[in-house]
């Protein structure tokens, strides 16, 4: 009995942790659980991001909105049709609208003076880059691929293995999925502009370390004044944080919207991520659409 009544205020005391953590944040819905489901906070930030490295067999995509769903299961409802999403076993989401956070910024989106004023002569700096020890085990940079004069810049963390082979960003599995990704919001890969974080791919596809941030990021910046996007697509943890220079989780940043130097910037899910993870695209298509709002609304104006 004092056993059951030990665990009920234990139960107790996280539920008021997790609520006054989500108040904090700026959360002022939240709903209870669907049958059978435990007390759920709401909002984009409640869910931990899973991290687990679960090999999933290669799976089809539908085309269309529906794209991060597999094939012959149910469509994501949009924010609007989905007040309330159920998710398996857990919790419910109600989308948000998203809140723009914008972070104090010294600098205005300017291109730096110590490095070329044009992408080509920036590429062509960059493919001979000796600044840190991933130069000895890349055989080539991968600078960027896309349109110069695109609205929307996607960043991902570094090239990978088919990357470093191939010299462009975004060629393997993830590149798939995030070309499926941009046809869900009726764009082309051609029509965006896509880099990374690193140019270069780090041994065995690690985690890129801060000091390769460090040097490499000058490169990100200057791509970013050279093409003046209206819209920074942050694609997993490595990018979100190296742009918004913090160490914020992606479960507290994804599902709002923030600034780098005067540029809206939506922090997602990495594809490989959700190829790790399907559970997370439900968020991420959330997201996707928030990016397809945010460039229609520009468009408008
Ligand atoms: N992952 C990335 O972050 N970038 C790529 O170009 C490929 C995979």
Redesign the pocket.
Known sequence: MDEGRGELAEIAREARVLLERERARGRSRFVLGDAGASAGVVGPGSRALARERVEDPPRQFAAGPDCLTERGSAPLPSPETAEVLALPGFESVVPQRPVAVPIPTSQPLAPSADLPQDLAALATLVSTCRKCGLCETRTQT?FADGAPTARLLL??????R??DAQG?????R??QL?NKMLTAIDLKREEVY?????KCRPPE?RTPQPEEVERCLPYLEQQIALIRPSLICA??L??AQALLRTKASMTSMRGRVFEFRGVRLIPTY???ALLRNPALKREAWADLQQVRDLLRAGDAA
């Open positions: 991968v960043v991902g963390e570094a090239p990978g088919d990357e462009l960003p975004f060629v393997g993830a590149g995030l896509i880099c990374n974080v690193l596809n694609l997993g490595s990018a990495h594809p490989a």
